[in-house]
């Protein structure tokens, strides 16, 4: 079945770097996504990785995707205040791009 | 330019009412999705629109809830006999599909408490 499983919660000081992590059960995914949602607001691509990579690098992210395993991170460098929000990792199942399968998100808190 | 807005932001219902919320998809985005975050929960697809297709409702959870698209463009998810565990954020999503890497782009939500 379709599953996206990510912790809870992370806490983490700023300056440090922040590890989200997500595993999702289908092999066939094509693409994966890290989406943020900041308080009040609704979510907004941060970003993605396709399922023939295994690294993605973006300015302070790194994504890194381990197909064996069904596992997916988020590397956040010098973690900020501003980078305070709700992860959520999700998947396309092959064939099906009308809708995505979302984790339950992960709540980052940055602290001084 | 304007992205995807949904209203109201906030509802506030009684237990057995009726709701309309709306979507006002991006421009051009042919494609339209409903989702419902629950707290503590991941978001659950409801809907998906794609232009005259018929729609996918495998995500609605009951036969209180339904959505319609006029012309294309606005939609609105109707609840029907509202229950407390209805309360959650709903989101609306838009996108170009076909467009790799098919983002979808939400709005802010609506905030829907049943009393």
């Known amino acids: 079945g379709e599953d996206v499983e990510q912790s809870l919660f992370l806490s983490v000081r700023e300056g440090d770097s922040s590890v989200i992590n997500c595993t999702y059960t289908?092999?066939?995914?094509?693409?994966l996504y890290w989406y943020k949602q900041e308080p009040g607001a609704g979510l907004q691509l941060l970003t993605y990785?396709?399922?023939?990579?295994d690294m993605k690098q973006d300015q302070r992210l790194t994504v890194l995707l381990n197909k064996k395993d069904k596992h997916l991170s988020l590397r956040i460098a010098d973690t900020q205040t501003g980078d305070s929000a709700i992860y959520f990792c999700?998947?396309?199942?092959?064939?099906?791009?009308?809708?995505?399968?979302f984790g339950a998100g992960t709540r980052l808190a940055v602290h001084p | 330019g304007a992205g995807v807005s949904q209203s109201p932001s906030n509802k506030v219902t009684e237990k057995g009412k009726d709701v309309e919320l709306r979507c006002d998809p991006i421009?051009?985005?042919?494609?339209l999705y409903w989702y419902r975050q629950s707290l503590g929960q991941g978001l659950e697809f409801l809907i998906y629109?794609?232009?005259?297709?018929?729609?996918?409702k495998s995500g609605l959870p009951s036969d209180r809830f339904s959505a319609e698209r006029t012309g294309g463009s606005v939609s609105t998810l109707t609840i029907q006999r509202t229950q407390q565990e209805d309360s959650a954020v709903y989101l609306c999503?838009?996108?170009?599909?076909?467009?790799?890497?098919?983002?979808?782009?939400f709005g802010p939500g609506t905030r829907l408490t049943v009393t």
């Open positions: 999503a838009s996108s170009v599909p076909g467009l790799a890497p098919y983002e979808q782009y």
């Open positions: 289908d092999s066939s995914s094509t693409y």
């Open positions: 990785i396709f399922s023939n990579m």
């Open positions: 999700a998947e396309v199942p092959q064939g099906g791009y009308n809708k995505l399968i």
């Open positions: 421009s051009g985005h042919t494609a």
């Open positions: 629109f794609q232009g005259n297709s018929a729609p996918d």
